[in-house]
């Protein structure tokens, strides 16, 4: 079936780059998604890409995605204490009703 | 202005009980969504609603039954609840018409079952 892996933690100083990395297995990916979850809250939806793109730049935030590796990674630029939280990727795969499937979310940690 | 809402924001009840999550969006969208995020916080999908029919029903226990009376609203009603129910039940919607069908969640319903 299916599969999203993420690496649990990372930890990064104010104002360096974080990179999160994703790797799936649906090769019928179809549009792949990052959420941002904030201790206690819902989940945010911050970026996707569509799966015939290679790059997506969002004010801070950049993705990667490699497709023939399936890997997709999020960074995230001048990384504020703000950004402390856990970041989820996921993917939707085609003709699936619209069902996402998470990785495991990793807890990113900024200290200052 | 809330996009997607639930109530109750927490829930605390003991095994056996039943008890409803009520859900609601005001984006238009088409298609609802349950979710539940377990205290690892792995989330998996249990339902999907597109205008008031059932799309996807994973392997969820029958005590779970969702209904959908308009577009707007997807609730979740739960039979004889267990302790194993105890989690984070998310709520969200989507526009499947074209697009890149973003999924839009609520702030979640803290369920404990004691």
């Known amino acids: 079936g299916e599969d999203v892996e993420q690496s649990l933690f990372l930890s990064v100083r104010e104002g360096d780059s974080s990179v999160i990395n994703c790797t799936y297995t649906d090769s019928s990916s179809t549009y792949l998604y990052w959420y941002k979850q904030e201790p206690g809250a819902g989940l945010q939806l911050l970026t996707y890409i569509f799966s015939n793109m290679d790059m997506k730049q969002d004010q801070r935030l950049t993705v990667l995605l490699n497709k023939k590796d399936k890997h997709l990674s999020l960074r995230i630029a001048d990384t504020q204490t703000g950004d402390s939280a856990i970041y989820f990727c996921?993917?939707?795969?085609?003709?699936?009703?619209?069902?996402?499937?998470f990785g495991q979310g990793t807890e990113l940690s900024v200290k200052p | 202005d809330t996009a997607v809402s639930q109530t109750p924001k927490y829930l605390v009840t003991q095994m056996g009980n039943d008890k409803s999550i009520k859900c609601e969006q005001n984006?238009?969208?088409?298609?609802m969504y349950w979710y539940k995020q377990d205290s690892k916080k792995f989330l998996k999908i249990m339902f999907s609603?597109?205008?008031?029919?059932?799309?996807i029903n994973e392997t969820v226990p029958n005590r779970f039954s969702p209904k959908s009376p308009d577009k707007a609203h997807l609730n979740l009603h739960i039979n004889s609840l267990e302790l194993g129910d105890s989690a984070v039940y998310f709520c969200?919607?989507?526009?499947?018409?074209?697009?890149?069908?973003?999924?839009?969640f609520g702030p979640g319903t803290r369920l404990t079952v004691t």
């Open positions: 996921a993917e939707r795969g085609y003709n699936q009703g619209g069902k996402l499937i």
């Open positions: 609603y597109n205008n008031k029919e059932l799309i």
């Open positions: 969200a919607s989507s526009h499947e018409r074209g697009g890149s069908y973003e999924q839009y």
């Open positions: 984006l238009g969208h088409d298609t």
